[in-house]
């Protein structure tokens, strides 16, 4: 009987290949930069590295977004202080400050759990010699998040379906009653979320104490090496601001 060998192919929802490790590290250290450094180039310099990532990721729209939100707010607090307004609106720019240090590590939590697999993750321990234990915490974890945050959405439609559409008008006139008709079934549902995602985890073999198997495989490519180094030198340069 002859055998027809096909290769196996995956759908790429990337232009390059960038392992886990490669986008941990960079959260990690973008994250560093944001807090502690109070450099504008510094920060240009993550906020375009981040830009880079989630274009990788084929976002674009979430590309464009994250580039005018964040390189916007630098251009305004620069025209701000050329015209000397910025002591008249220090608590907008106050606020602009606030979202531009948060914004690289939402965008790069984003790519971990949404644009990064779980296969991924478990052929990285694999090779690392990580813990199952660790592995499955880590990865319920990262789902934990976005999945919440579709059962907070479903919540909120099954709230219009009620004629109750609870925005930032209706909240700011019933904080308490809108706060109990979405964080009393996030709760109820949250325990439902660990549940299913500890139960998703373990059908993937992850406790059955033997050593496994996978069809992706863990390797670090050039660009693996040079975003590595890039943000290793970026940490060096602009840790004391």
Known sequence: MNTVNVPLHFKKDAFV???????????????????????????????????LFLLNTKEMMKCYLFVVIFFGTIALEGIAE????????????????????????????????EKTTTSEYLAMFKILHIPDAFAVAFVVMLRFIPTLLEHLKNIRQALVFRNINIGPIYFLKHPILSIERLVVPMLISSGKVMEELSAAAMTRGLDVGRKRTTIIKFRLNIVDYLVIFIAIALVIIFKGG
């Open 82 to 113: 050329l015209v000397h307004l910025s002591q008249n609106f220090s608590f907008i720019f106050i606020i602009f400050n606030v979202v531009r240090v948060f914004l690289p590590a939402i965008a790069m939590f984003y790519i971990l759990a």
């Open 17 to 51: 290949d960038i392992s886990p490790i490669t986008k941990i590290i960079v959260f990690i250290i973008s994250s560093i930069i944001m807090m502690r450094s109070g450099s504008i180039l510094g920060e240009c310099i993550v906020g375009g590295l981040t830009s």
